[in-house]
């Protein structure tokens, strides 16, 4: 039986990879792309990743999140040689599709994709949905469980104001949007 040519047109394609290890793919592919002189034919490597606050320690931190662990997306011409390099690199258990035919992403969420990633790069990390006299749940740092009500919102720093009740009076208290939940 005669090997299947593959044969196709530019498209993106995921490839799964070992958790853990999405960038590591991707500096070997470049690599592998460049000293085998195929960038004719894979164009683009990314691990697609997207800004997001998180409290750790108190402290307001922005750090970056992988869309898809596990994942790296691979713009490229599906040919024999090409699926060769991208298939045995380092790490690399395979692409995403049916048996040995890698199945391209469909455009629309390509651009999706692209679109979540650039929004996280310049995102107004201060959205925040609780509304003045609203009753909410604080849950992280020293005042953690405790009930209030919103007294102020502050959009442009991410900050509210919470009215506390202790020791029988209601006491202010700053709080990072993040650091609230609803109830």
């Known amino acids: ?78 040919d024999d040689n090409s699926w060769y390099v991208v298939r045995n690199t380092p790490r690399v258990t395979g692409f995403v599709g049916a048996g040995v035919n890698p199945v391209p992403l469909e455009k629309e969420e390509v651009e999706l994709l692209f679109s979540k990633m650039n929004k ?21 740092g020293p005042f953690k469980d405790l009930e209030g009500k919103v007294s102020d919102i502050d959009q442009e720093r991410g900050k509210i104001k919470i009215l506390v009740s202790m020791f029988g009076r209601e006491t202010p208290v700053e709080l990072d949007f993040l650091q609230v939940k609803k109830l």
Not at 123 to 139: K, M, P, T
């Open 1 to 78: 039986m005669a090997k299947q040519e593959l044969k196709g047109e530019r498209n993106w394609y995921a490839i799964h990879t070992y958790a853990g290890y999405e960038n590591a793919v991707l500096r070997n592919l470049k690599q592998r792309i460049d000293s085998l002189a195929m960038d004719e034919s894979i164009f683009n490597v990314i691990v697609p990743t997207e800004k997001k606050v998180k409290i750790k320690s108190g402290k307001r931190v922005e750090v970056e999140e992988k869309i898809y662990p596990g994942y790296v997306l691979v713009d490229m011409i599906v």
């Open 120 to 140: 996280s790069n310049n995102l107004n990390l201060h959205q925040i949905d609780v509304e003045l006299g609203e009753v909410i749940l604080i849950a992280d």
